[in-house]
């Protein structure tokens, strides 16, 4: 995973690449959430196969793309009409396609522009969320996606938490979206440390182009009041 979906967390993917070349492995990355907010080159970064989704950088939900480095086989998952090279049969979703290749095109232009715009409002949310007593990040301070400002609330629940924000219009997530409707801790926080617990008193935060710095103010100014009130009927804060 290029950049990780729930903390942000950019994974060393040269230094990677580096090491499966030399040992003559494979090398697939998933480049969903870092599309279009990372400088990806496929060669520099020794990817063998990368896969984008096209509803993460703006283009029609319901299209993606799986880069194939030339001469690489790989085995047909679904069989018929030989449509996608003979890897995929199915009719051709043109217009997803289509407009997959547009937003990737924009992505490109308008890249240094989102990410300048992106981390400015990442930044802010950061330094102020952190501010709010016994909160803190998940994730790299620094090698993370510009729109991704994931916390942990001590002594919160992330589902009282994320529904409290609801109300006030602000959308947000306890976990990976993808999995919001799961009740376990997230693998993810787990795996960096967290018990249970810390895990689900996480909230996660993510930005998009259309974002501005008055939708960051007015979470900024919400938080805290909607944290204390939980932790004014939390036995874990009291104790």
Excluded at 24 to 48: C, M, R, T, W, Y
Excluded at 148 to 174: C, P, Y
Aim: aromatic fraction near 4%.
């Amino acid at each position: 995973m290029f950049g990780n979906n729930e903390i942000g967390t950019i994974e060393p993917i040269k230094e990677i690449g580096k090491i499966t070349k030399k040992h003559d492995i494979l090398f697939h990355s998933d480049a969903v959430q870092a599309i279009g907010k990372v400088p990806i080159d496929v060669n520099e970064l020794n990817i063998d196969l990368l896969s984008i989704s096209s509803h993460k950088i703006y283009g029609p939900k319901g299209a993606g793309a799986l880069f194939i480095r030339k001469g690489l086989e790989l085995q047909t998952i679904a069989h018929g009409g030989g449509q996608e090279k003979g890897f995929r049969s199915s009719t051709h979703n043109t217009p997803g396609i289509v407009g997959l290749g547009k937003a990737c095109e924009l992505g490109k232009k308008r890249m240094n522009k989102d990410v300048s715009h992106l981390t400015k409002l990442r930044d802010i949310l950061i330094k102020e969320i952190q501010s709010i007593e016994q909160t803190y990040l998940n994730g790299h301070p620094e090698k993370r996606l510009a729109n991704n400002a994931h916390f942990r609330f001590v002594a919160i629940e992330g589902e009282s938490l994320n529904l409290m924000l609801d109300d006030k219009g602000i959308a947000a997530s306890t976990g990976s979206a993808c999995s919001s409707k799961k009740l376990q801790a997230s693998h993810v926080l787990l795996a960096i440390g967290l018990n249970p617990e810390e895990a689900h008193g996480s909230l996660r935060l993510t930005l998009g182009r259309l974002s501005t710095k008055d939708d960051v103010e007015y979470v900024v100014n919400e938080l805290p009041d909607v944290v204390q009130k939980l932790r004014n009927m939390s036995p874990l804060w009291n104790r």
